[in-house]
DNA sequence: AATAGATTAGGTATAAATACCTGATTTTGT
DNA sequence: ACAAAATCAGGTATTTATACCTAATCTATT
């Protein structure tokens, strides 16, 4: 029996996985969170999982962020990326963190099965979508964000001008112009829409 | 025994919740779809589920798409919504296509049966999502989009500027303004990060 | 053949966003 | 207490985006 946490911000997806995984045997959904950070204050002061299946984008804490952190203070606990996207960079930002493996919410669950089976013993997992990615180099520092250009890139994702967002956070138009800076900057990418986008692929703004 | 149509282009979810569904007693799914057009050329030639139980944003055909279509041809067949949002305009959308009532993937499953129980029983639920939606006119026809309009969209949603996206469509860079100044108008935003989030929360492009 | 509607595209003016500077103040680590 | 780093904000120039015109061309319908 591999005992397991489910780490996604669905409750409906979370709970449905569990009986899905009650019925195909084998295994025990231990705990469940919808957050990183109530993982974290869960693994605190409770017998572990033997394998955590981690949503990619959730609100207060996410999932790359979460892995990057059990590989730091638990490096022995496994942690399994389960994700909507299919995109390169969410991909390459799951592995880089830690995971290991990286499976798509539009997999079969005999897939899930199959992965979280092979994973427990061997500690990783083949999958189609990891060796896609050839020799690139991977950024494996996470980029960091500072809070107020987390509360930006909130307002960023809306329809308000850079001046309307100063009054709203009180500050100077030109102190956004420097967040917008910056953010260009850290996340490589090239307008406001590139930003909209970041945020939303990467789960700091919700959809 | 209450017979059920699921429908979400997420494979896990929709297992997963057959899965739970089937673990609580008194339903049961009798098909799956991933998207509206399966579920339409499936009951063509079937029998019909009590309730539908409908994804908003799915590729090929939408949620408000299928619902519509659904009111037209089966009138009687009750369509519940599952969304991952709470945005006021998604539940205006599915409400107003026909939707019985509208239940968020963040609810509990005991929420998840009760309302599924009291569709059935009586053609509707009350939830707290709807009626906070006061007197507002809705704008029950759907927003229509011209073929140029979705592919602008793709590109809107990059960090190409309306340059870039002019060479790229084969067309002079004031067609595209053109077509943002529409997209602007029809969709009831005022700026490009706008017609982004539009695009992304009504699944017109994928993140 | 005439009307309506959609598509494409030009003109012009203003507002907003981007790029790259600089420096003062505040926080943080040691 | 000191140095390093982060935060806030001003200057200036260029590029994009937004707003609101007009009009030629094509298509479908009557």
Redesign the interface.
Known sequence: MITLALVD?????R??????L???GGFEVIFQASNGKELIEYLEDQTWPDLVLMDVSMPVMSGPETTRWLREHYPELKVVA?S??RSENTIIRMMSSGARAYL??????EE?VRMLEEVHQHGFAHNEMVPSLPGRTVSSQPIQLSDQEKVYMQW????K?HKEIAELMQLSPRTIDGYRDSLLKKLG??????I??YA??HGIVA?
Chains 1, 2 share one sequence.
């Open positions: 911000d669905h409750t409906m997806l709970k449905s996985m569990a009986a899905l009650r019925l195909m389960l909507m996207v798509l919410k539009d997999a079969e669950p899930l960023v994702c809306s329809e001008s990418v090239g307008s406001r829409v590139g909209v986008m939303l692929q959809l």
